[in-house]
């Protein structure tokens, strides 16, 4: 069974800072994807970046960039230039592949303040 | 694009009642989601549909958890009766099957509270 954990419950920037969020998994499996949803207080998650685990190269989304180690199965979110409307709690999510509309797993989430 | 409605958004209710929660997932989508996610955790999927068929209902209590998707489009998750734990946010969650990697787009959930 696959497992991801974040570690950091609770993480605060000031804003225009960088911050980087940690998310380990565990999985047997070669082929699958990594993803990072933000969930804001008002509940909607939205996806913020995905990543191949066939793809060495790491993914980016304008301020947003990923470090996705496979040997050691850590796959972090890089913020930076962190803004007030990046509060947030940021969820690690894994999918099996090869099927692209397999189910997410879940990490227990960060919940992320940016202070001005 | 309209995106996943979900209703109702709030709904407190006695232990042992019943309860149903409504999804319309975004147009076209063939896949969709019902998602648990308890206070302080991360979502954890409840049934997955591909179309009307379900895909994977493994982690559904389904001495008490019900759903269905008639015509492929929208889906109704019912649960008697509840228990004081099945206090969570419901999500429900749509994808499209064709090619790339699935996003998974998500509606704004229902807040249960179950006294």
């Known amino acids: 069974a696959q497992t991801v954990t974040q570690s950091q419950p609770e993480m605060s920037v000031q804003e225009a800072e960088t911050v980087t969020l940690s998310c380990t998994y565990d999985?047997?499996?070669?082929?699958?994807?990594l993803f990072w949803y933000k969930q804001p207080p008002s509940r909607q998650m939205i996806l913020v970046i995905r990543?191949?685990?066939?793809?060495?190269q790491n993914a980016t989304e304008n301020r947003f960039s990923v470090n996705f180690q496979k040997a050691a199965k850590s796959f972090s979110l890089k913020i930076s230039d962190s803004q007030l409307g990046d509060t947030a709690m940021y969820f690690c999510?894994?999918?099996?592949?090869?099927?692209?509309?397999?189910?997410?797993?879940f990490g227990q989430g960060t919940t992320l303040q940016v202070k001005p | 694009e309209a995106g996943v409605a979900q209703s109702p958004r709030y709904k407190i209710i006695e232990k042992r009642q019943s309860v149903a929660f409504w999804c319309n997932p975004i147009?076209?989508?063939?896949?969709l989601y019902w998602y648990q996610q308890i206070l302080g955790q991360g979502p954890k999927l409840l049934i997955q549909?591909?179309?009307?068929?379900?895909?994977?209902d493994s982690q559904l209590p389904k001495d008490r958890f019900s759903a269905e998707r008639l015509k492929g489009v929208d889906s109704t998750l019912k649960i008697q009766p509840a228990k004081l734990e099945d206090s969570a946010v419901y999500l429900c969650?749509?994808?499209?099957?064709?090619?790339?990697?699935?996003?998974?787009?998500f509606g704004p959930g229902t807040r249960l509270t179950v006294l």
């Open positions: 999510a894994f999918m099996k592949g090869p099927s692209n509309t397999g189910k997410l797993i």
């Open positions: 990543q191949e685990a066939y793809k060495q």
């Open positions: 969650a749509s994808s499209s099957s064709r090619g790339g990697i699935n996003e998974q787009f």
């Open positions: 549909f591909q179309n009307n068929g379900v895909v994977d």
């Open positions: 999985t047997s499996e070669n082929n699958y994807y």
């Open positions: 147009s076209g989508h063939a896949t």
